[in-house]
Nanobody, 120 residues
């Protein structure tokens, strides 16, 4: 299996910045897509940003957030600038990966979630 460990969440004032990190470990053969989702109570989990060869962003975060990846470390980052109270959510890392044992079998893996709270 693949394990994802997230870090970097916390409490920040509006206009501030945070950087989320997600490190994947295990018998990883290949990672194609990496992404960040977020979820608030009563709402569906929504895609914030994803990256394969280039980054794609939800309209609500475009121009403020930047997704990047370090393939050597199997890590994806989300740099969040100019944070707004509406960015408050639990942020989840997601990777689409295959393992050495079953290199042709691809699966989605999820992190445990990290809380981001933006105060006004």
């Amino acid at each position: 299996q693949v394990q994802l460990v997230e870090s970097g969440g916390g409490l920040v004032q509006a206009g501030g910045s945070l950087r989320l990190s997600c490190a994947a470990s295990g018998s990883i053969f290949s990672i194609n897509r990496m992404a960040w989702y977020r979820q608030t109570p009563g709402k569906q989990r929504e895609l914030v940003a994803d990256i394969t060869s280039g980054g794609n962003y939800a309209d609500s975060v475009k121009g403020r957030f930047t997704i990047s990846r370090d393939n050597a470390k199997n890590t994806v980052y989300l740099q969040m600038n100019s944070l707004k109270p509406e960015d408050t959510a639990v942020y989840y890392c997601n990777v689409y990966a295959s393992t050495y044992r079953y290199s042709s079998r691809w699966s989605d893996y999820w992190g445990q979630g990290t809380q981001v709270t933006v105060s006004s």
